[in-house]
């Protein structure tokens, strides 16, 4: 599954048709990063870059121009070096496999900026890359310098961000059907885990099957780091230590999703490690699921991105008075955010290239409106701390969120995550099915 030479063509048509007259692109992919002494950490290219580009190399930068033109500068061909680090495309690759206009061997970086830059209005990079930052102050600066000699440097500097996450945040087929794909082998591997897991593993031990399915349905990655939380571990957000074990009783959280030509999945389920929730585990994780499908009804066209959240919120925070977690009316828990000793983080976010993807939430200061083709996450949770001393102590100490990813239709959302087990009822069923095999 590959996104086409065309439509990365397009893309670069689109963004230099959202900015000014005679602006000029650059922007750089990132450096291979030192893991431990000369050993690197894989190279992932730089999302933005990849999107405009589809180009994977460390150190390369573009320059978009004109109508999308691109100029890539790259690594060059070099039999000895490529003999133990491996391929490189070089310039005459740029050209063939990536449609560039121009390319240039890395060392002629300051020129071909330069060249660039010199007589364009306005300069358009991403603010937050400090090191790119400073590589185009100093040939701005070697402009103005050479003004006698006809130099001419931008004189406006904008901000790639924001235009390039508008574009992200809407997907095209080609980058639905990668989600799909991404989307179902994370499904694989969460059945996986809920097969294979027992009381006495270590967590890492469970992880194990997610990366073993993710890597041999064709994702090298998972798309950020698996979290695989027993008991009150799952009350960390980002637990990834995934280095204890498994307890008979126990709840396991798992947040793990595989990564597929660089777009995102983002699953979590939460099951019993023996196969059959307790009392008060099921009854907070219904209340999760009851969130979850209320939410799910506001993900439609036209909505704001808040309503999801908004209705998670009302169904949880009813549920926890009604469990006599929280007391009070539950307008002013909800005012007063009561509820956030239990739910401290939002129903969703935008998924693509990245897990949290680009994408501003709100324009003017209002929630935005859901539009066909945005792909989000909706994860509604509950997280009883083992210090709540506020709680019954049947509580304390369960943690549970429950995560799919939605693609915005014309006819409501569709779960691209689907056929997952959820229901109480369903993860039993597949658990003991699995028991009984074993
Ligand atoms: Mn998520």
Request: hydrophobic fraction near 40%; proline fraction near 3%.
């Amino acid at each position: 599954m590959k996104i086409t030479l065309q439509t990365y063509q397009f893309r670069r048509e689109r963004l230099m048709a959202a900015l000014p007259d005679n602006s000029v692109v650059v922007i750089r992919n990132g450096e291979l990063a030192v893991r431990n002494n000369d050993c690197d950490y894989e190279f992932r290219p730089d999302s933005s870059f990849y999107y405009l580009t589809g180009f994977s190399e460390p150190s390369a930068y573009a320059i978009i121009s004109g109508q999308g033109d691109l100029t890539l500068v790259s690594l060059p061909k070099d039999p000895e070096k490529e003999q133990w680090d491996g391929f490189r495309y070089g310039v005459e690759g740029a050209i063939q496999e990536f449609g560039a206009t121009q390319a240039f061997a890395l060392e002629a970086l300051d020129d071909t900026l330069s060249t660039a830059l010199d007589g364009a209005d306005c300069l358009v990079y991403c603010f937050a890359d400090q090191m790119l930052r400073e590589q185009l102050a100093v040939c701005r600066d070697g402009l103005a310098a050479r003004v006698r000699l006809g130099a001419q440097a931008p004189v406006q500097l904008l901000d790639v961000t924001n235009y390039v996450a508008e574009m992200r945040l809407r997907k095209d087929a080609e980058e639905i059907a990668i989600m799909e794909a991404a989307a179902q082998i994370s499904v694989e591997a969460h059945k996986q885990a809920m097969r294979s897991v027992k009381p006495g593993l270590k967590e890492y031990q469970l992880e194990a099957e997610l990366n073993y399915v993710f890597m041999k349905s064709g994702a090298r990655q998972p798309a950020y780091n698996n979290i695989v939380a027993s008991g009150s571990n799952a009350c960390v957000l980002h637990y990834i230590k995934n280095d204890e074990d498994i307890k008979d009783g126990d709840l396991v959280l798992i947040d793990a999703g595989a990564e597929l030509s660089c777009y995102a999945s983002d699953i979590t389920r939460t099951f019993p490690a023996n196969g059959k929730f307790s009392e008060p585990q099921a009854a907070l994780y219904q209340l999760v699921l009851d969130a979850y499908q209320d939410g799910m009804k506001e993900l439609t066209v036209g909505n704001p991105y808040e309503a999801c959240h908004n209705a998670a919120v009302k169904t949880l925070t009813t549920g926890l008075v009604q469990l006599g977690l929280l007391s009070g009316e539950v307008d002013t828990l909800i005012e007063s955010k009561a509820y956030r000793d239990f739910y401290m983080h939002n129903t969703g976010h935008w998924l693509g290239l990245d897990v949290h993807d680009f994408g501003v939430y709100k324009l003017a200061g209002e929630s935005r409106a859901l539009e066909e083709g945005m792909v989000l996450t909706i994860e509604p949770g509950l997280y009883v701390s083992e210090d709540n001393l506020k709680v019954d102590p049947k509580w304390r100490g369960i943690g549970i969120r429950i995560e799919d990813d939605v693609l915005i239709t014309a006819s409501g959302p569709y779960v691209l995550t689907h056929g997952l087990a959820k229901e109480i009822s369903e993860i039993e069923a597949l658990m003991a099915e699995a028991h009984s095999i074993r």
